[in-house]
């Protein structure tokens, strides 16, 4: 959740690790803190707030050409000062910053502390430094070896030393870490985010894995002390540079590069004259396909919500039962898991704490996972070793948006290779490809005629409740939508599948109550029509968003949000849009701050 950067080479380290926390700085953002290695004892800044607090008070020629920075998303101890990274030892001769959760801590801090070290902040990452220097006997690389085998929990850490200037060393177990290699300079980063500016040649470092990075070279070792081997990774172009461009905030850029992400992940896999997909990763061949008794798509909150899509698609067209669980639950469920299933691990970041344990739950039972993933060589990436990446490119807002269409379109093609192995004739599983060759540009359309969105808002911004509300696959955009206003606008809202609506949420219904409904031409069209009438009739205000020309919906509607016609399986990729757009409009006119709404933070690396 926290973001990390590390500097060593002859440049001076501040203005490159400030970079690089602001690019890192939606993975979390309540403090951040730089250290400087240059002389006899480390220089620490940290501020509460956002990393420019931080910057405010660094010099720009601050003195060091080694140094390493964090940017928080508090786990234990609140939002102070003397929380945030980096923490030191005593002497301030020993810097630390950690992401992941000390479990032992308690222990740990007693122990140092009858030995005499003053601790000076709640967290559980301070008895990192002090421990560090119990072990200290000249040799940095082995202080850190020597103090993690007294460590339980999950660490991505990097420590600087006042007596090694030009080192840093660097482990990880459960929090990702990627080194950037430059010449005759080395970076170290949380997140390949805040390399891409200076370098795309990285190496990945594995769990129970510690790197000495200096200016000339990286060595790594494991924790066992044997040698760990490494290949030189190349970032792909797809990388970017992260920037937000024209648009005044990440969230919108990401939201108008819908028709290019998705795009991206269909390009090369759809075969719209076979009416099939391909799907490289996921190794599966139609003899493979025909025996698949089941599919289980685990996710975390806008990844569950596709994975729901996923598992409903897969069910309707393929025949195959298909369920979406949602990963935190999932994984402490004692799940009876069937190892000839297929099960899919959904994540954006490749982070999500849950769903990796997830994951962990389905092999430990002799099950394999497959992932669909945005972010490369991330640790669900590497943990599933195969599946498909979903090459969105970098999403820097908070709020997930161009990565759910392209988790959708994923799972899409696997519906359609499926299908097409058991249930499709050729010229239904040709329309459906073609259909789905055809998105991007349906999604460009919408997007350049979105309607009439700040009309909407309007009914929003003063609202103590919204509703939302959709049938079959329109239930989990309800849901979306849902999660988007809320983590967005902080409006209370919820979703409900329409038809449950009489079984409860009704009561909520007072005259002018906004309810948001997904009503597009499918199948359950009419069905949604009659909830419509029955909540307009107890006063509330219907948004709706529904296929263009379909004039009855619209009749019902206070505020009429068209999307283009497009295949019945592929209404999700249209009706999401005004979503996205609505709860980005909507905490724009409350004045929230939109690519880091608080208390959240972009990879949910803890549980
Ligand atoms: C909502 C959002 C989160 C994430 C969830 C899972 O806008 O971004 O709900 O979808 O934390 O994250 P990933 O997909 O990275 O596993």
Known sequence: MCGIVGYVGPKLAAPILLDGLRRLEYRGYDSAGVALVDGPTITVHKEV????????????????HTGIAHTRWATHGGVTQANAHPHTDMELGIAVVHNGIIDNDEALRQRLSAAGVEFRSETDTEVLPHLIRHHYKGDPTQAVIDALKEVRGTYGVVVAFAEHPGVMVAARLGSPLVIGLGEDENFIASDPHALVRYTRRVIYLEDRELATITADGVESVHLDGSEALHTVEELEAAFGTGDKGEFEHYMLKEIHEQPESIGRCLRGRVQPEAGTARLGGFDLLPRDLTEIPSVTIMGCGTSFHAAMLGAMAIEQVARVPARAVIASEFRWSNPQIDPKGLYLAVSQSGETADTLGAIKEVTTKGGKVLGVVNVVGSSIARLCGSGVYIHSGPEVAVASTKAFTSQISAMYLFTLMLGRTLTLAPNEAQH???????????????????????????????ARYVLFMGRGLSWPVALEGALKLKELAYIPCEAYAAGEMKHGPIAMMEEGTPVIVIVPSDANRERTLSNMREVQARGAALIVIHSRGDHQAASLAAVSIPVP??????????????LQLLSYQAALAMGRDIDMPRNLAKSVTVE
């Open 432 to 462: 459906l490809a073609r259909s789905l060759a055809d998105l991007p540009e349906m999604v460009r359309a919408y997007l350049g005629n979105p309607g009439p969105i700040q009309e909407a808002v309007r009914h929003l911004v003063n």
């Open 49 to 64: 707030g956002k990393v420019a607090m931080v910057q405010a008070v660094v010099p720009a020629d601050a003195p060091g």
């Open 565 to 578: 016609r497009v295949h019945p399986l592929l209404t999700p990729m249209v009706t999401v849009l005004p």
